[in-house]
Nanobody, 117 residues
Framework: QVRLQESGPGLVKPSQTLSLTCTVS?????????WNWIRQPPGKGLEWLGS???????DYNPALKSRTSISRDTSKNQFTLQLTSVTPEDTARYFC??????????WGQGTQVTVSS
């Protein structure tokens, strides 16, 4: 059973960088899947932020590409999200999830991030 667990600070100040880590167990992030970051602001729908593939290739939501960076540490079986210059509009529950090319089959439970001074 693949498990994903998000971790990181729950409170970030405006203009700072949001950094989150997803730790994967029960499967390797170098396996032939795409590893994603997705968020859900309060009262809104899900928004895909970006992904990193098994070969390290990255893809980003065009609307957020200038502020988003996804990286990985294969020795720790983790991948990370960095979102720069955050504003209160970046307040959301952030999820990591695995994409199989047809479905997001495994999700983390999500972590709440609030942007506030």
């Amino acid at each position: 059973q693949v498990r994903l667990q998000e971790s990181g600070p729950g409170l970030v100040k405006p203009s700072q960088t949001l950094s989150l880590t997803c730790t994967v167990s029960g499967g390797s992030i170098t396996a032939n899947y795409f590893w994603n970051w997705i968020r859900q602001p309060p009262g809104k729908g899900l928004e895909w932020l970006g992904s990193i593939g098994s070969g390290g290739n990255r893809d980003y939501n065009p609307a957020l590409k200038s502020r988003t960076s996804i990286s990985r540490d294969t020795s720790k079986n983790q991948f990370t999200l960095q979102l720069t210059s955050v504003t209160p509009e970046d307040t959301a529950r952030y999820f990591c999830a695995r994409w199989t090319t047809t479905v997001f089959d495994f999700w983390g439970q999500g972590t709440q991030v609030t942007v506030s001074s």
